[in-house]
């Protein structure tokens, strides 16, 4: 893979399908600027393509950001033009985190605030570090979320309780957080990386089809009616009923053996 400016990629656990991307951008808090953005979209265009990828961990270097928001330092003065240009970018790079095929875990080892938050729930799970406190406070310099805050916040969370962290752009603790059921768990920041790396290891043991039509199947139905939702299940299911690995599986387990999962 390509070096790059903003991120970096920790293959060290690939032979296990696990993939470690960090953004790093210590000095800045990790915020999110335009060429984080762009390297954001073309890092997880390449890795969506790995034959060998399962799970893909996102988080940030060091322990006390992961993630800040728009970097204001580099829009100060910037055009309305030029805003719409960056934030165009930054659109496209949430998406590629929300529709990445395989799943994707946040593991917040700091703040996670404005775009920082809503990149932790364009994840499909989180686990935080225990002084982590994620936020949505663009309320607060005369904006709104605008990479998904204030529809995926009330989609996880109770709608009032959504709206009231928007409106008053209050911060949430960590063990606020796990209480509402917007993260998975908490570990010391020492632990974090060790045990999302297990959590992730677990899940990337399974059928990679099975894996991308059970986030397919979530996904795609929660924005439809149960008839609709229950429809796009079935087509999921057959999709991976009529696979090889369906087979090996089903040889796996009377055998007494570890599946060797082909993807196809």
Known sequence: M??????????????????????????????????????????????????????????????????????????????????????????????????????????????ALGGGMEMVLSCDMNYLANHVKLGLPEVKIGIIPGAGGTQLLPRKIPQAIAKEYLFSGKQIEAEKAVSLGLSNGIYPVEQLLEEGINRAKEIAKNAPLSLQAIKQSVDRGLQTDLYSALAIELDQYYKCANSADRQEGVDAFNEKRQPAWSGI
């Not at 270097?61 to 719409?84: A, H, I, N, Y």
């Open 2 to 111: 390509d070096q790059w400016e903003t991120l970096k990629l920790d293959e060290s656990y690939a032979h296990e399908n696990v993939y470690i991307l960090k953004l790093n951008r210590p000095e800045a808090m990790n915020a999110l600027n335009t060429k984080m953005g762009e390297e954001l979209i073309e890092c997880l265009g390449k890795l969506k393509k790995m034959p060998d990828l399962r799970v893909l961990i996102l988080t940030g270097t060091g322990s006390k950001s992961f993630c800040v928001g728009g970097d204001l330092k580099e829009r100060k003065g910037m055009t309305k033009e030029k805003w719409k240009l960056q934030h165009d970018i930054f659109e496209d790079a949430y998406k590629e985190i929300r529709e990445f095929p395989f799943p994707v875990i946040a593991l917040v080892n700091g703040y």
